[in-house]
């Protein structure tokens, strides 16, 4: 089975992508994959880390060695993306982490021929070895998120309940629409994805009822709360299903993975379960 490639975009900074691709992927791998006479097993997930930052990789505890995904994707010849996948402590759950010339990409890859299919043409031949694969993308709009969104299935944008959030998703439409008439291909809306949602600032309560009025069942029925545990997980280097198994956190992600799941044509093969965080392990 070749697995859906699920990017996270956003049209600005800061707003949670990296969080999400994260605790998505951990909360995903917490549960389990059933397919008809074979043993149940974990799912296998792969997070691919286009920011020049590799916060996925720490978030997971995951050391920055060479080869990174800057020599997948920036090297002529590329190195093959298998040889740059880690694993990291989640069982299941492997990274192929970002190196710190990815900052550079748009320059590097300025002359290269159909660049923007560099994502794709990188990713497809580790496709039947994953259940799911979930890329996050870097803050500024540029090849790489370019290259990811052809390379996507579906794409769930990230919107932050501290930001003026619909003017982002606008933009976002935008850069989806030119895509299908530049490239030819453009992916699913798996969803808007609400982030750091307060429980009571009337501002940020206004963001999620405005959107959910104006774009009804596309935004997913679960929003991420802000909750301080969310941001304190990654200083040990853990998701926050392992640092606070308890937390609003983890039970919004678990949640959402619960969704993703379905939108993305998984849930036959993962499940829902009653209570998703009860899997957490600490
Ligand atoms: N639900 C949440 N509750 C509390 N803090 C959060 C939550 N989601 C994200 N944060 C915090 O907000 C900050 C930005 O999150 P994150 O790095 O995931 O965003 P990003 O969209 O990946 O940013 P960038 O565009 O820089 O890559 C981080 O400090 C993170 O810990
Ligand atoms: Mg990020």
Redesign the pocket.
Known sequence: MSAPIVVFA?H???????????NTGRAVCAREWVEPSIPTRAPRVLLVDL?G?A?VASMLDVARASPTLEDVLLEQPGVPAVDAVRPSYVPGLDVLPAGEGLYDADIVLARRVAREQLVARALAPLRDAYDLILV????QRGLLTLAALVAADYVVP?V?AHHLALEGVLGLRRTLRLLGEEVGRTPHLAGYLL???PHNESGARRVVADMRAEFGAEVFATA???????????QYARAVADFAPDSA?AR?YAAFATELLDRVGLSEHVPPVEAATADAES
Do not use: C, F, L, M
Not at 12 to 22: E, S
Not at 224 to 233: D, G, L, P, S
């Open positions: 956003a600005k900074g800061g707003v949670g992508k990296t969080t999400t691709t994260v920011d930052q916060h996050d993308t870097p803050p990230i932050s982030t750091q949602v991420i709360r802000r909750n301080a545990k969310v941001a304190e997980a990654p956190g919004d």
